[in-house]
């Protein structure tokens, strides 16, 4: 079975709202973690990163917090809004790994205005 | 701005036919890879490629198979196209191993239908 994957294969949210989406592993030995966001017709795009020397990560408006306990990563996203709207994968990696990286299934985001 | 670029967004074969997908980066990365893309069943690799002339399967090679006389060109060769190879075909490259996070670049995705 695949090492990554995702708890719910759609969440929707209210535009205004902070949106969060979960991700769990498998592979302990993964220390690198990427969440990609891919909207309608495009390929996906990368968001955040974290190494797991890390528990949390902010970017603009995101925040990626990884849980290597329970091995469990998530996508936070704050002020939701119309442009949000697109399908979200995990993916992990070995770190400086070359050989791809494994994909969750994604979770489509859907915003409610 | 770093770009990985297929040749073709929407093809439409029919059954039995030979089909190519082109990717190009100008990125000079040494790895590129192929991934098919499914409802439901999320981005499976293919194929990738760590130098020219050298190539790995993925986890659903079978049915295809790929082509790498450049290292900026990854081609995608279906020989002989089936109704169960109809999916979103992504192109990816990164930088070697070691040389960088991992992290892949995605074209926008080739959306084959065969008939």
């Known amino acids: 079975g695949e090492s990554v994957g995702l708890h719910l294969p759609t969440l929707s949210v209210q535009e205004g709202d902070n949106s969060i989406i979960n991700c769990a592993y498998s592979n302990s030995a993964s220390d690198y973690f990427i969440w990609y966001k891919q909207e309608s017709g495009k390929g996906p795009q990368f968001i955040i990163d974290?190494?797991?020397?890390?528990d949390k990560r902010q970017g603009q408006r995101v925040t990626v917090l990884l849980n290597k306990t329970v091995k469990h990563l998530s996508l936070q996203i704050a002020a939701t809004q119309p442009g949000d709207s697109a399908v979200y994968f995990c993916a992990e990696n070995i770190w400086g790994g070359a050989d791809g990286l494994t994909f969750g299934k994604g979770t489509h985001l859907i915003i409610q205005p | 701005d770093v770009k990985v670029t297929q040749s073709s967004r929407y093809l439409v074969k029919r059954t039995g036919e030979k089909v190519f997908l082109e990717c190009v980066q100008d990125m000079d990365h040494e790895n590129m890879f192929w991934y098919r893309q499914d409802p439901g069943l999320g981005l499976r690799l293919i194929y990738f490629?760590?130098?020219?002339?050298?190539?790995e399967k993925g986890d659903i090679p079978e049915g295809y198979s790929v082509s790498r006389e450049k290292k900026e060109r990854f081609s995608l060769i279906l020989e002989s196209a089936s109704t169960n190879q109809t999916s979103m075909y992504l192109c990816?490259?990164?930088?070697?191993?070691?040389?960088?996070?991992?992290?892949?670049?995605f074209g926008e995705g080739s959306r084959l239908t065969v008939l």
């Open positions: 490629s760590y130098d020219v002339k050298m190539k």
């Open positions: 974290i190494r797991s020397n890390m």
């Open positions: 990816a490259s990164s930088r070697l191993q070691g040389e960088g996070t991992g992290e892949l670049f």
